[in-house]
């Protein structure tokens, strides 16, 4: 029985009112999604049809390279972001903090989890709030699903207050619940009413399923700002869900999902460089995050890897691993001779395999280099 088995499963009961059942359901669920979650290792997406070509004449030093980009309009050092990972219980409070401490200590956006919890029982709010406080400087997103109102929405975002918010898409794993929706009308329509009633950037995102072109386009004709592509290749909701009921569910379904390089190509094709594209999922590599980058990805977000290693090593372990992960960035772009990320998505790339016949059937070129750039504006 390995460590992870022997840790302590989150108990059934929450010190709240037992009159409200759902929200009960909620919070238990937050903690048992993180207890789970840890048991599987922070995935890798397949971007090995994506191949670089070597520069072995870059006129380059790696001090000279710069990693800086714009996202939603603002100009950051770096192109990660901490992607959205929980809140509403104590545990989850602690990992906000943390995480809030390295984004602040590292300069990144991050992304609070679903904050309906806290919406629907007041006593989850500083566990939201907590980030905020940590990193009162700090870019913030707010986070709540499809369901969402303008209401809602805007009181997510008062919350934390919220340089932007995240919209969730989560059927595959909704479905998967025993207590989850299975009920999706209407999602797009909510959606272009947050976007006109509230006065930050909306980000679209999803969860590890992926975003299709024709989703992207849909999204695109709404006015999101960002789309965040959340492709198969991290944290794997059904597998968790499967976990959290002790029983198989849709084994047919357990490899659902479009890959993270393909649903990245997809939505950057569908978006024509008018709305920022982030690659999420399965992101935790360098090379990978190179691979993104060059293909026209505006930032990259990492979830289930800082909380991976924040629970093992902790938070300045963290910081370190994601300090080493940027200067390897670096690297890579002399390598290919790109000294800034515009010059990056200029760099000849060669698209095979799977990958290259996928956007074949889809009516793609895998030759063709989509002009999406996100340079860096001094």
């Known amino acids: 029985m390995t460590a992870m088995n022997r840790r302590k499963r989150p108990g059934r009961k929450q010190l709240i009112p037992r009159k409200n059942r759902d929200k009960r359901i909620r919070l238990r669920r937050k903690d048992e999604h993180l207890f789970f979650a840890q048991g599987q290792r922070p995935g890798f997406a397949d971007f090995t049809d994506i191949h670089f ?62 904050q309906l919890v806290a919406l629907d029982y007041p006593p989850a709010i500083p566990s939201f709030k907590v980030v905020r406080q940590v990193n009162p400087a700090g870019e913030i997103w707010a986070n709540l699903g499809g369901y969402a109102t303008p209401e809602q929405a805007r009181r997510a975002i008062e919350m934390v207050n ?54 992207a386009q849909e999204l695109k004709k709404i006015g999101v700002a960002a789309i965040d592509v959340g492709g198969k290749g991290g ?9 959290r009921q002790s029983k198989a ?68 372990a963290l910081l370190r691993k994601i300090q080493a992960l940027e200067q390897e960035l670096r690297a890579i772009m002399l390598l290919v001779g790109a000294a800034d990320i515009a010059k990056l998505q200029e760099v000849p790339l060669v698209i095979t395999g799977f990958t290259a016949e996928w956007l074949r059937q889809r009516g793609l070129d895998p030759g063709a280099r989509a002009p999406f750039c996100h340079p860096c504006k001094r």
């Open 235 to 243: 944290t794997n909701f059904i597998k968790i869900e499967q976990s």
């Open 249 to 316: 569910l849709y084994p047919s379904l357990q490899d659902w999902g479009l890959p993270t390089a393909i649903t990245l190509i997809e939505s950057l094709t569908a978006t024509g460089g008018k709305v920022d594209i982030f690659a999420a999922g399965g992101m935790a590599s360098a090379l990978n995050i190179a691979k993104a980058l060059a293909l026209g990805a505006a930032g990259i977000g990492l979830a289930a890897w800082p909380v991976y290693i924040l629970l093992k090593e902790g938070r300045t």
């Open 162 to 215: 919220a340089d932007a918010l995240q919209i969730h898409l989560n059927v595959p794993q909704e479905l998967a619940m025993a207590e989850g929706d299975t009920s999706f009308r209407g999602i797009l329509n909510r959606i272009a009413e947050i976007v006109v009633q509230v006065n930050v950037p909306v980000i679209v995102k999803e969860v590890g399923f992926g975003i299709a072109r024709e989703e």
């Open 53 to 114: 070509i070597h520069n072995c004449l870059p006129e380059l030093n790696i001090q000279g390279v710069t990693i800086c980009t714009s996202l939603l309009g603002k100009v950051h050092r770096s192109p990660l972001f901490i992607n959205a990972v929980t809140g509403g219980t104590r545990r989850a409070s602690k990992i906000n903090a943390d995480l809030a401490w390295v984004a602040k200590k590292s300069s990144l956006p991050m992304a609070v989890g679903s």
